[in-house]
């Protein structure tokens, strides 16, 4: 009995947890002007709208350059700027592609290296929604001490309103969120040992225009 009502509570903090989570997503977008960086970053997923959205930001003005991180290897350069948007002048001379990430650590891996190598202090970070807890959580592990800005871009298919309504809604905001829980409890044993190394785990800071 005492087993069954442990496993109770922890079902319970588990789903109040994906509700909170799941809130903090749909919070999120629509996305406002992140303002001003040194650089802007995008981690590459299943649609060309992320893509799109950082070159967007890009001809804005938001940043000097570009990183494209986790390009598929068979990918040609020329390949990418067919299917994207925006100038084929700007693409040429700011956008740099990353072909080394080959997950999110990857990602925050590959950023970090750019990012040091360009001398950058700040960034703008460009990536899904549902995708944007985790992937900060991951850079600031490797960037301790950069200024990270969320650009979320909104999934249409995750609907993050409504997302328990659908089969594929259920199991994308299900799945992310047990990644992202994995990651808390990888720093929260890293804290534990390695008190100077581990990441707290902050909520995106809002944009000047929020």
């Not at 600031?140 to 979320?152: H, I, K, S």
């Amino acid at each position: 009995m005492r087993y069954l009502a442990a496993l109770g509570v922890i079902l319970i903090i588990w789903l109040a947890g994906l509700l909170a989570f799941a809130d903090r997503i749909e919070r999120m977008t629509p996305a406002t002007d992140p303002g001003r960086a040194d650089g802007i970053v995008v981690l590459t997923g299943a649609s060309d709208a992320r893509i799109n959205e950082a070159l967007r930001l890009l001809a804005g003005g938001r940043g000097e350059r570009l990183l494209v991180s986790g390009v598929n290897r068979q990918v040609q350069r020329g390949e990418l700027r067919e299917v994207t948007a925006g100038s084929n002048r700007l693409f040429d001379c700011c956008v740099d592609l990353g072909f080394e990430a080959e997950d999110t650590v990857g990602n925050a891996q590959e950023i970090a290296a750019w990012s040091e190598a360009k001398r950058y202090d700040s960034l703008i970070v460009v990536t899904s929604d549902y995708h944007m807890p985790r992937a900060m959580l991951e850079i600031r592990g490797q960037m301790r001490n950069a200024e990270l800005l969320p650009y979320p871009v909104a999934t249409p298919s995750l609907h993050a309103d409504s997302w328990w309504r659908t089969g594929t809604g259920q199991r994308r905001m299900v799945v992310e969120y047990s990644k992202y829980l994995a990651v808390l409890v990888r720093e929260a044993v890293a804290r534990l040992f390695h008190p100077s190394d581990a990441v707290e785990p902050t909520e995106p800071e809002p944009s000047p225009d929020a």
